[in-house]
């Protein structure tokens, strides 16, 4: 299996940790995410370099792929991450800055990862004014985007993102809803109108996203089997034992846990 979002050096949890971490899932390769942000460098808070994820790669090169973060408001953006995927890098993630998703800045990391050929994952948050959780707002502004960089793959990630799934999203004003899935959710429109969107399943935007309809969240893995992938953003088991909760036909969990993973990054042919 492969897990396409984790986070080095974070929560406590020191690199050697977090492999033994997944191979105690049987997780075979994971995504590793940094997460440059200069409001958390404003705060005093750590942000996640990197670094990090190099130095993860390094120590244990057979399971951490390494992906860059750069917040653009930084500058030399171009030059930056052309610098890391030649350290290594194969992605550009996590990227979860405090502008719009389409703002001009972000798009030199979008034109960047086209010219690259890296996918780009991406933390959204929905148009919440009482929040201070506002990263990478909104969803309505995806879909000129995605046309704008149809070469690009974008992974999907984030309560702004994740309780899109349901119809009803414009009248909740929660950030994760737990009421039934109602039809006609724009993220059901975004996969079915444009092929370079995918959705990473981690953290509790997307678990809640699955379960809170079973029924619906097993349906819309098969129906969108090539365009899910499993990631967790923890250290435990829970988005694993939601998946194998669905009991999903063999092939469909394949492509959620590992193949489409593959596919995105060229690591077909990875040791089963």
Known sequence: MIDVHCHVNWKGVTIPEAAAHFDSLGVKKVFTLGWEEVDRERRGEYELPTEDTLKAAEQFPEKFIPFCSVDPRRGNVEQRIREYVKRGCRGFGEHKIRLCIDNPDSKKIYRTCAELGLVCLFHMDGPLPKSDQWYNVDVSRLPALLEEFPTVNFIGHGPGFWREISGDADESPEAYP??????????????????????????????????????????????????????????????????????????????????????????????S
């Open 178 to 271: 737990k009421s039934p899935v109602t039809p006609g959710g724009r993220l059901i429109r975004l996969l079915d109108e444009h092929e370079n969107i995918y959705c990473d399943i981690s953290a509790g935007s997307g678990h809640t996203a699955l379960s809170r309809t079973p029924d619906f969240g097993r349906q819309f893995l098969i129906d969108y089997r090539t365009r899910v992938l499993y990631g967790t953003d923890m250290y435990d088991s829970r988005h694993l034992d939601l998946l194998r909760g669905f009991d999903l036909p063999e092939d469909v969990f394949d492509d959620v846990t590992r193949r489409n993973a593959e596919r995105l990054l060229g690591l077909e042919g990875l040791e």
